[in-house]
């Protein structure tokens, strides 16, 4: 029999973390596995994966600010992501766990596993190789940018959607990914109002960073990751297209990579190879039925 999924809730400093946990009640020993998604997503991204990984207590969560976890007066900086990251695995209370993260989730866990590297037991990246860079010259350019961002919120509010196949088109137009992947995350990441539909999403999301890291900052933080790690790129995603990505993966010293038909939400549109191969790298069988 297949474990069921289940809804969680964490308190972490007062504030609620949501997410999806699939696990075997009878399995104690289980390898532990959390999930981290991508920008503007949510839990739901795992969903089309989790079937496929039933060898695990498996744990995907709603990133601070997205999904039905609260937002963070505080904001969203890596470091207070790593922050919070490290008290979602204490509330579980994990000693540690594999980690795997998607996109923005594969940009955060990279540097859990150097600020926090005991929490670590090997890292997944999925369509992720650390954040977007830029020279330490366009520091005072992003400053002011990610000022006004801030000094004028309303243009982040969300927009009304009359219908949820609104807000899911709205997805498709911004994302290359399936209709059905679209809609899983649709239906964790808007909230019904009189007059129809909001992004459920803190809108500081949508603000711009007041600072990026330079490329020689990523490749330093790649460098440290000590734990045995796998890339899984998509042979149509957006890794696939950057000139740094394959000498940004070369910095990982126990790191393998895997390419892949897809494109960057590969995991949630052909999820079943990205598992197989998220189980050979971590010697756990996937379920055969019966």
């Keep these: 029999m297949r474990p069921k999924l289940e809804t969680i809730t964490l308190s972490v400093d007062g504030k609620t973390i949501a997410g999806i946990r699939q696990r075997d009640p009878n399995a104690v020993d289980a390898p532990k ?19 496929y990984l039933p060898a695990f207590d498996l744990v995907a969560i709603d990133l601070p600010g997205h999904g039905y976890s609260d937002a963070l007066p505080q904001g969203y900086t890596f470091h207070e992501l790593c922050y919070q990251l490290t008290r979602i695995v204490e509330a579980l209370e994990w ?14 866990t990279p540097m859990l596993c150097v600020a926090n590297p005991a929490i670590a037991e090997s890292l997944i990246l999925i369509e992720a190789s650390g954040p977007l860079s830029e020279s330490a010259a366009k520091l005072p350019e992003r400053m002011a ?5 801030r000094l004028n919120p309303a243009r982040f509010q969300s927009r009304t959607f ?20 679209a809609k899983l995350i ?11 539909y909001q992004w459920r999403f803190d809108p500081r999301w949508r603000e711009s960073s007041s600072q990026y890291q330079t490329e020689e900052q990523v490749r330093a933080v790649l ?14 995603g957006f890794l696939a297209k950057r000139p740094e990505t394959q000498q940004r993966l070369d910095c990982l010293t126990d790191g393998e990579v895997m390419i892949l038909p897809g494109n960057h939400q590969m995991h949630m549109d052909t999820p079943e190879p990205v598992a197989a191969a998220v189980n050979r790298f971590l010697g756990a069988l996937p379920d055969m039925g019966g």
Aim: charge should be negative.
């Design 223 to 236: 460098a440290a990751v000590g734990c045995k790690t796998l890339a899984v790129v998509g042979d149509e």
């Design 95 to 108: 000693d540690s766990c594999h980690l795997m993260g998607h996109s923005l989730g594969g940009c955060i």
């Design 33 to 51: 596995l959390l999930c981290v998604h991508g920008w503007l997503d949510n839990a739901n991204s795992f969903v089309p994966m989790i079937p």
């Design 162 to 181: 009359s219908t949820k196949d609104d807000a899911i088109k709205s997805r498709l137009k911004a994302a290359k990914m399936a209709p059905m992947s």
């Design 186 to 196: 649709i239906d964790r990441q808007v909230k019904e109002i009189d007059s129809g």
């Design 145 to 149: 940018k990610s000022m006004q961002d």
